[in-house]
């Protein structure tokens, strides 16, 4: 939401919210940050793949009798996973694509 035409405005929390944007538009995200963002995805996935796989051994145990909770539990391991799967490949893409260009 572009508040750039919002002029002489009295209100503290608009003005806030405009300054906010304006320092939003200007930051640059540095490599750093978007690895350990990726890593924290990564170990997200991984969270939910052991707690899908924790489900599926108390329903087999008899621990748990919900069926809907042991598939709740393997379909966000399953999004999660595809999702990481997806950013993955296009990270590659992207990369195959800077190495194929001529200098």
């Known amino acids: 939401m572009d508040i750039s035409a919002l002029t002489n405005v009295s209100s503290n929390v608009i003005q806030s ?6 320092a939003a538009q200007t930051k640059d995200e540095s490599f750093d940050s978007i690895f350990s963002n990726a890593l924290q995805m990564v170990n997200e996935t991984n969270d939910y793949q052991n707690s899908a796989e924790s489900a599926e051994i108390q329903f087999a145990l008899g621990e748990s ?10 379909e966000k391991a399953n999004i999660a996973l595809s999702y990481t799967v997806a950013v993955r490949d296009k990270v590659l893409d992207a990369y195959k694509e800077i190495m194929n260009m001529q200098i």
């Open 17 to 22: 919210a405009v300054e906010n944007n304006q």
């Open 65 to 74: 009798t919900s069926t809907h909770d042991l598939l709740i539990a393997q």
